[in-house]
Nanobody, 131 residues
Framework: EVQLVESGGGLVQAGGSLRLSCAAS????????IGWFRQAPGKEREGVAC????????YYANSVKGRFTISRDNNKNTGYLQLNSLKPEDTAVYHC????????????????????????WGQGTQVTVSS
């Protein structure tokens, strides 16, 4: 069964850190572009960090640049999103997604801007940042 499972979310104080994991099963994640998206109540889904499968380049939304880091461990078939210096406005459900085809031919930025391109999505993990 093809599956993406996120973990690592939780409640943290402002200024704290979390590390989100995105474990893939049923397929080899290193063939895929990976994106992390978040959605807060009443807000649109936002692509916060993406990594291309064509050249490994990364893209970060301005709102998280310098604070979040996307990475992957192909040996573990897992993607990661390190969240540092968290702010209350980072509170959201965070989803990871994987794309096989489109990520090979376009930039990481475009992958973050086109969530409908992704093949697989995880169920999400809640991140809550208290002030």
């Amino acid at each position: 069964e093809v599956q993406l499972v996120e973990s690592g979310g939780g409640l943290v104080q402002a200024g704290g850190s979390l590390r989100l994991s995105c474990a893939a099963s049923g397929f080899t994640l290193d063939d895929y572009a990976i994106g992390w998206f978040r959605q807060a109540p009443g807000k649109e889904r936002e692509g916060v960090a993406c990594i291309s499968s064509s050249d490994g380049s990364t893209y970060y939304a301005n709102s998280v640049k310098g604070r979040f880091t996307i990475s992957r461990d192909n040996n573990k078939n897992t993607g990661y999103l390190q969240l540092n210096s968290l702010k209350p406005e980072d509170t959201a459900v965070y989803h990871c997604a994987a794309d096989l085809t489109y990520g090979r031919i376009t930039s990481a930025q475009h992958m973050c801007e086109t969530p409908l391109r992704y093949d697989y999505w995880g169920q999400g993990t809640q991140v809550t940042v208290s002030s």
